[in-house]
């Protein structure tokens, strides 16, 4: 079974400028999770989604970050534009069905530099 | 909202029994307790998971008293591959929050 696949490994940018990642859920997932993870502190929840609709987006700076799940199936991440402070890895999960009882399955992430 | 706190950092040798406790004192009623394994550069790996008592897989256990108020990961017979940072997360449905804790880093000596 595929796992989460997610897109760029690695990104540098320079502060201000956009930048967007991909995730690729295990198929038949219906729960995507993305998480922010800066060095030496635990996964933050940043957006869940049931299917294609926002389930919490309550930690997601929306001022400059956005996501979406089209169809139900991939997602993408939005930051425009980045701080310093955005450096981390980000992280997708999916899940068969909501995660409170469910395992989730992480990607590899995607670690972010922002310069 | 139930919040987690374990201990930063733990030492352990090879071959020794590992107990990691994680306390959360506000669980809620429909919280399931799971704990992940994290290495550099990998997300977060699935451990183990359990609502009472005790669980046991091919891995670790999952020991979880009556209150619920705290949890304990026990990885028997540790390896050097065992170092990794273990996170306790708990569930939290009604809300849809899934807070991980600080984790523990887990070092095992030769």
């Known amino acids: 079974e595929a796992g989460v696949a997610q897109s760029p490994r690695y990104k540098i940018i320079e502060k201000r400028q956009s930048v967007a990642f991909w995730c690729n859920p295990i198929?038949?997932?219906?729960?995507l999770y993305w998480y922010q993870q800066i060095l030496g502190q635990g996964p933050k929840l940043l957006i869940q989604?049931?299917?294609?609709?926002?389930?919490?987006d309550s930690q997601l700076p929306k001022d400059r970050f956005s996501a979406e799940r089209l169809k139900g199936v991939d997602s993408t991440l939005k930051i425009q534009p980045a701080k310093l402070e955005d450096s981390a890895v980000y992280l997708c999960?999916?899940?068969?069905?909501?995660?409170?009882?469910?395992?989730?399955?992480f990607g590899p992430g995607t670690r972010l530099t922002v310069l | 909202l139930a919040k987690t706190t374990q201990p930063i950092s733990m030492d352990s040798y090879e071959g020794q029994e590992v107990n990691i406790t994680c306390s959360h004192n506000?669980?809620?009623?429909?919280?399931?307790i799971t704990w992940y394994q994290q290495f550099p550069s990998q997300g977060p790996r699935f451990i183990i998971q359990g609502y009472k008592t005790k669980v046991t897989n091919e891995v670790a256990s999952l020991f979880i008293p009556a209150d619920r108020k705290s949890s304990t990961l026990s990885l028997p017979r540790v390896s050097l591959s065992d170092t990794a940072v273990y996170y306790c997360?708990?569930?939290?449905?009604?809300?849809?929050?899934?807070?991980f804790g600080t984790g523990t880093r887990l070092k095992v000596l030769a």
């Open positions: 999960a999916s899940s068969l069905e909501d995660g409170g009882a469910d395992t989730q399955y």
């Open positions: 198929s038949g997932h219906a729960t």
């Open positions: 997360l708990v569930g939290d449905p009604g809300t849809y929050k899934y807070i």
């Open positions: 506000n669980i809620a009623t429909n919280d399931y």
């Open positions: 989604f049931q299917n294609n609709g926002v389930v919490d």
